[in-house]
C-alpha cells in the first residue's frame, strides 16, 4: 500500500481571480467594444459616445494599475511571469504541443496584458490631446493647440489599430489554451476560481471591499475634477448662445478657438463681398 504523503493530491479550485478584477475585465470588455464601435464606424455621429467611452476607459484603468499594487495576489503585477526564459520555455512547449497549467496568467498571457494595458493607455491620453485639440472641449481645452490635436490623431488611430491586433491575439490565445489544451480561462474569469494547490491563492471579502471603495474613490474624484475644475473636463466647453445661432445656421458651428484671431478676420472682412456674389 502506498504511503499517503507519496499520493498526489488532488488540486481543488480556488477562487484566485478577485471580483474587482473580474468586474474591471468585463467593463473593459463592453467599453472597448462601444469605444471601437463608434471611433471607427460612427466617428461623427457617436462622437459624445465615443469620448464618454474613453473617460471610462481612463476610470477602468486607473484602478487596473492601483490594483496591480493592492489587490489580491495574483491581480498584482509583480506575479506576472515575464521573464524571457519563462516565455520561451511556454512557446516550446505550445510548438510540441503542450501548455503547462499557471494558477495566474501563462508568460504568454502575461505579456498580452502588457501590451493591451499600454495600448490602451496610449488611446485614453492621445484621445485627451485630440479631444482639447481639435474640438476644444475637455480637460486639456485650454491648453493644446488645434495642429498638435490634429497631428495627435493619426497617433490615436495608429494605437488604435494595435489595440485591435492585440485583441485578434488575444482572442487566439484563449481559443488556444480554452479549446485545444482544455484551460477554462473564460470559466476562470467568470466565477473567478481555477483548480490550484498554490496556498497564495487566497481571495477575502476584504478583496470586494477594498475594490469597491478604490474605484468608488476614482469616480468621485473624476466627476469632481470634470463638474467643478477650470475646464470643466467633463462638459462641453460649448460657444455662447450667439455666436452658435449666428454661426450655426448653415453648417456645423465651428469652435472660435480653431482658428487664429488673423483668420476670423480675414474671414468676416471678405463676408459682404461672399454674400453680394451669392445673391448674384
Known amino acids: 500500500m502506498e504511503h499517503p504523503q507519496n499520493l498526489i493530491m488532488p488540486s481543488e479550485p480556488k477562487v484566485i481571480w ?13 467599453t472597448v467594444l462601444i469605444a471601437a464601435v463608434t471611433g471607427y464606424f460612427f466617428e461623427e455621429l457617436l462622437l459624445d459616445v465615443h469620448v464618454y ?18 489587490g489580491s495576489y495574483y ?37 498580452m496584458i502588457v501590451v493591451l494595458l499600454s ?9 485627451m490631446v485630440v479631444w482639447g485639440g481639435q474640438e476644444n472641449q475637455g480637460p486639456l481645452a485650454h491648453l493644446i493647440g488645434f495642429k498638435v490635436g490634429d497631428f495627435t490623431k493619426d497617433i490615436h488611430e495608429f494605437f488604435a489599430n494595435i489595440l485591435m491586433f492585440a485583441i485578434a491575439a488575444h482572442f487566439i490565445g484563449v481559443f488556444v489554451e480554452t479549446v485545444i489544451f482544455k484551460h477554462p480561462l473564460i470559466k476562470a474569469m467568470i466565477s ?15 478583496h470586494t471591499v477594498r475594490g469597491a471603495l478604490v474605484f468608488g474613490l476614482i469616480i468621485a474624484s473624476v466627476t469632481y475634477w470634470g463638474m467643478t475644475g477650470p475646464t ?8 455662447s448662445p450667439v455666436y452658435q445661432k449666428e454661426c450655426a445656421e448653415c453648417h456645423l458651428a465651428y469652435h472660435p478657438s480653431l482658428r487664429t484671431a488673423a483668420n476670423w478676420q480675414s474671414i468676416m472682412d471678405t463676408l459682404p463681398t461672399i454674400m453680394v456674389k451669392m445673391l448674384v
Open 119 to 127: 495600448s490602451l493607455t496610449f488611446l485614453v491620453i492621445t484621445g
Open 53 to 70: 467611452a474613453g473617460y471610462s476607459l481612463g476610470c477602468l484603468l486607473v484602478f487596473r494599475l492601483i490594483w496591480g499594487f493592492i
Open 192 to 206: 473567478g476560481k481555477k483548480p490550484t494547490q498554490d496556498t497564495q491563492a487566497s481571495v477575502n471579502i476584504w
Open 75 to 111: 491581480s498584482r503585477f509583480h506575479t506576472y511571469p515575464l521573464k524571457t526564459k519563462d516565455v520561451t520555455s511556454h512557446l516550446k512547449n505550445l510548438a510540441h504541443g503542450k501548455s503547462k497549467t499557471h494558477t495566474g496568467h501563462n508568460p504568454v498571457g502575461a505579456w
Open 18 to 30: 478577485d471580483l474587482p478584477l473580474r468586474l474591471f475585465h468585463w467593463s473593459m470588455v463592453i
Open 232 to 239: 470643466s473636463s467633463l462638459t462641453k466647453n460649448v460657444p
